[in-house]
């Protein structure tokens, strides 16, 4: 399997790169749901929100390595058997994509550190607080993180719903590319 990608698929990088952030963004939406059902008596009640800000930082990090990646080996190109609108429909989606995942973790940050604290990693590093005002930023940022979070979710499924309608429907390469393969390929992922 080649590193970088191809003008027929995706290379390893971007495949692990998407594959993880997909999981990723399911499991702290699954957890942020859970966590702010707990009760103060909860053993959950402190650890779920540090465990979700830790990896959230992790999600910052990762999603600029992610961009960073994205431009030294840039996407394939859309199939030849896409119409302009899909390849708009394309690119307007994944920008909404990396924009809400960006807007969701700064929204995070805000909240995490509207108390002035900053956001401890694992125990292995600090985040500093920059901006500050524990009233009003956690409140506000809190209800807009919800929203994005809901957002990147709906937006990520009509996303994986768009890929089935390609490769079922369409028979196209779309998902296969994504999946380390190409029609060309002999059905075992290389």
Do not use: C
């Not at 191809?6 to 997909?22: K, P």
């Not at 990090?61 to 994205?70: F, H, K, Q, S, Y």
């Not at 896409?82 to 924009?99: D, E, F, P, S, V």
Request: charge should be positive; proline fraction near 4%; avoid cysteine.
């Amino acid at each position: 399997m080649q590193l970088r990608n191809s003008a027929n698929r995706y290379g390893i990088i971007s495949m692990t790169l998407h594959w993880v952030f997909a999981l990723a963004v399911y499991a702290m939406f699954g957890l942020g749901l859970w966590m702010v059902t707990l009760s103060y008596y909860d053993g959950w009640y402190h650890q779920a929100p540090e465990l979700h800000k830790s990896i959230g930082v992790l999600l910052m990090m990762g999603l600029v390595v992610r961009l960073i990646w994205r431009h030294i080996s840039p996407p394939p190109p859309a199939p030849k058997t896409h119409g302009k609108l899909t390849r708009l429909g394309a690119t307007g989606a994944h920008i909404a994509l990396y924009a809400l995942l960006f807007a969701i973790l700064i929204s995070g940050y805000l909240i995490s550190t509207a108390d002035g604290k900053p956001i401890d990693v694992f125990g292995l590093f600090e985040v500093p607080a920059t901006l500050a005002d524990a009233g009003s930023q956690a409140d506000t940022a809190g209800v807009i993180h919800l929203w994005l979070a809901w957002s990147v979710v709906i937006l990520s499924v009509l996303h994986g719903l768009a890929a089935l309608k390609h490769h079922f429907i369409d028979k196209d390469d779309t998902l296969k590319r994504m999946l380390g393969r190409t029609s060309t390929d002999s059905g075992v992922l290389k």
